[in-house]
T-cell receptor
Framework: DVKVTQSSRYLVKRTGEKVFLECVQD?????MFWYRQDPGLGLRLIYF???????EKGDIPEGYSVSREKKERFSLILESASTNQTSMYLC?????????????FGNGTRLTVT | GNSVTQMEGPVTLSEEAFLTINCTYT??????LFWYVQYPGEGLQLLLK?????DKGSNKGFEATYRKETTSFHLEKGSVQVSDSAVYFC???????????FGQGTELSVKP
């Protein structure tokens, strides 16, 4: 079974702090994704990556950056956390290809910015 | 661009009732379609998928048929259980390989 592990289930940070959310997958998947989930808005894509050291902006990249130095690890960085970034963050991975492969999700990190 | 629209929730049913959650989509090309389920406190899990028109995906008593003529992928189950209470997301594959576009989710609550 594919396992996608997010380092924290709950995180509380202060406004202006730099925040790192870590995600690791164990199935040698090429694709990795960061989504945020908010009530009534569903899942919105922040950033994704098709390979090591490459990244692509999703629909809402502002205020975020990512890092993929190793194939199995994809980090989401909030350069200066703000209260509107309080949300559930979901990491996912999938095999490479043209969209036929399903995404495998971690359990999420609930981030609160005060 | 591609998009997905789901019926609004919450949906509340009694145990053993019939379930339909509507999902329609807008897409260019030939996307794959997915239903995901999120149980309380967990991430999303793939429930079923269909990769081409007229395909039927099924799993755990749930099923959905890829209807290109109506651009729909409605989720159905003949007899729901309390354990089916969760949030259900419809999704389609995006323009770039691997990316999925999600609907807003439909919360289902099943009462005994």
């Amino acid at each position: 079974d594919v396992k996608v592990t997010q380092s924290s289930r709950y995180l509380v940070k202060r406004t202006g702090e730099k925040v790192f959310l870590e995600c690791v997958q164990d199935m040698d998947h090429e694709n990795m994704f960061w989504y945020r989930q908010d009530p009534g808005l569903g899942l919105r894509l922040i950033y994704f990556s098709y390979d090591v050291k490459m990244k692509e902006k999703g629909d809402i990249p502002e205020g975020y950056s990512v890092s993929r130095e190793k194939k199995e690890r994809f980090s989401l960085i909030l350069e200066s956390a703000s209260t509107n970034q309080t949300s559930m963050y979901l990491c996912a991975s999938s095999l490479g290809g043209q969209g036929k492969s399903p995404l495998h999700f971690g359990n999420g990190t609930r981030l609160t910015v005060t | 661009g591609n998009s997905v629209t789901q019926m609004e929730g919450p949906v509340t049913l009694s145990e053993e009732a019939f379930l339909t959650i509507n999902c329609t989509y807008t897409a260019t090309g030939y996307p794959s379609l997915f239903w995901y389920v999120q149980y309380p406190g967990e991430g999303l899990q793939l429930l079923l998928k269909a990769t081409k028109a007229d395909d039927k995906g099924s799993n755990k008593g749930f099923e959905a048929t890829y209807r290109k003529e109506t651009t729909s992928f409605h989720l159905e189950k003949g007899s729901v259980q309390v354990s089916d209470s969760a949030v259900y997301f419809c999704a389609l594959s995006g323009d770039q390989g691997g990316k999925l576009i999600f609907g807003q989710g439909t919360e289902l609550s099943v009462k005994p």
